[in-house]
């Protein structure tokens, strides 16, 4: 019953035709006109390493006294408002959004910076539970844009680790220490490695990931993410 509703559904209201965040008609575009307002687009000051919005574009004080492994990290939105919820929607399976969220990333991207992308593991808990990677969703998708390849499981989560949502900055970094592993140096050696996610916040997560492709021979790590915290000063 409920695979014959979700067919009627996907028939009368199709994912282009209506809002992906109050479901109103829109024939063709993922947002509706009042929706959208509901988006901060990160388009204005940012931080050139974090990319995190700023009230002037220059380094926040946390890249500038302890600056994060990868060269630099840019997002397409500001966390907040109707991205939550539009990020908080992918993550409960409207996989289609990863088309909306990649080109909305890739007008942020050079791809002539890049030789490969690559996503970012669950742990076997989270995506035995999900059924899916939103980050590999979406790296797929932006790779697809940059023509460059999209290195499928190169990276994986070898130990699980306790949610980062409560955590302080120092705690998420000593969370994540040693969680990932590249699965084969030779894909990533000397390579210029763009990591895909949804949401960058401290960027410890990144920071991470970027110190394990490091290890492993890549030769600068750069992020993409759907959204990012603003970077308020304490």
């Known amino acids: 019953m409920k695979k014959f509703l979700k067919t009627v559904r996907e028939v009368l209201f199709p994912n282009d035709l209506t809002c992906d965040l109050c479901g109103r008609e829109t024939f063709g575009t993922n947002i509706c006109k009042d929706c959208i307002k509901t988006l901060v687009f990160n388009n204005g000051a940012t931080c050139p390493i ?4 700023t009230v002037r574009p220059e380094l926040c004080a946390e890249c500038k006294y302890s600056p994060p492994s990868f060269k ?7 966390y907040d408002g109707g991205a939550v919820m539009l990020i908080n929607k992918f993550k409960s399976g409207r996989a289609h959004l990863k088309e909306y969220f990649a080109d909305k990333i890739c007008e942020k991207l050079n791809p002539d910076e890049y030789d490969c992308v690559v996503s970012v593991p669950l742990n076997r808990k989270t ?4 059924g899916f990677n939103q980050s590999e969703l979406l790296a797929r998708a932006v790779s697809e844009r940059l023509k460059v390849p999209y290195l499928k499981g190169a990276l994986i ?3 699980d680790t306790d949610a980062q949502k409560a955590l302080s900055q120092k705690e998420r970094r000593e969370n994540l220490k040693g969680c ?4 084969k140096r030779e894909d990533v050696a000397c390579k210029r490695v763009l990591v895909a996610d949804d949401v960058l916040t401290t960027g410890a ?3 991470e990931i970027t110190k394990t492709l490091i290890k492993a021979g890549a030769a600068v790590v750069c992020v993409a993410t759907v959204a ?3 970077y ?3």
């Open 127 to 130: 995506a035995k539970k999900r």
């Open 72 to 78: 630099k990290a840019v997002s397409a939105l500001v």
């Open 180 to 183: 990932f592993e590249v699965v």
């Open 50 to 53: 974090c990319g995190r919005k």
């Open 228 to 230: 990012s915290v603003e």
């Open 232 to 234: 308020k000063k304490s």
């Open 157 to 159: 989560k070898i130990k």
């Open 205 to 207: 997560t990144a920071d």
